[in-house]
């Protein structure tokens, strides 16, 4: 396989961050007072090894405060990242598409922040193009 996969990397790297807040790809039912999604929702391969993995990331809390501190906390993480090895996949540089702004949780009405940020990561293969 040549591509990483993004979302479990970024799993991985914010888990033992924001721990005790769950860090997950999946919301759980129920869903518990605070909590991290991530989520993969695009970007592109970039010959001859990277791959732009374009990441949202929702963060939920009991207050909007909250909500925005924890999604500010994620926002240092996920930058801190540029430059290093996550899991031993080379994370070369990160970008931020939209910077962290609150967004209700349209089911729940919950404060909620998100954000979209873009990982390059390298591709453990040339990727051919098609």
């Not at 962290?100 to 193009?129: C, E, F, G, K, M």
Request: charged share 20%; glycine share 4%; net charge neutral.
């Amino acid at each position: 396989m040549a591509f990483p996969d993004a979302n479990a990397l970024l799993i991985g790297a914010l888990a033992p961050l924001r721990a005790p807040v769950p860090v997950v790809s999946r919301v759980p039912d129920p869903r518990p007072p605070q909590l991290v999604q991530v989520r993969r929702v695009g970007g592109s391969a970039v010959w001859p090894v990277r791959d732009g993995a374009r990441m949202d990331v929702w963060c939920w809390a009991p207050t909007d405060a909250e909500a925005m501190n924890l999604a500010l906390e994620v926002r240092a993480d996920v930058w801190a990242l540029a430059g290093t090895m996550i899991a031993g996949v080379q994370c070369y540089r990160v970008q931020e598409f939209m910077a962290p702004r609150l967004d209700d949780d349209p089911v729940t009405n919950s404060p909620r922040a998100w954000a979209t940020y873009q990982l390059d990561l390298r591709a453990n293969s040339v990727i051919s193009p098609a």
